[in-house]
């Protein structure tokens, strides 16, 4: 499933995006963009529509068993 997260920069007031392919990347650029980056505007899957971080860490490890079961 593709998530496509929305932050602005510090000083621009235009929405970027990235897409990224799974929950566990979407995490990762999640932490960049608080960190660094500026303010986190939106998370979006086709499959969930608007979500929120808590959420997107449940769907994170729901892909992580999903992997450890078919790697078995």
Do not use: C, W
Request: glycine share 6%; net charge negative.
């Amino acid at each position: 499933m593709t998530y496509t997260i929305g932050f602005r920069k510090r000083s621009n007031v235009a929405v970027l995006t990235t897409e990224v392919p799974t929950a566990n990347h979407a995490l990762a650029v999640i932490a960049t963009v608080e960190q660094s980056v500026g303010k986190l505007d939106f998370i979006r899957s086709p499959q969930e529509g608007d979500i929120g971080i808590e959420m997107l860490k449940v769907l994170a490890k729901e892909e992580a068993e999903e992997m450890s079961q078919t790697a078995v």
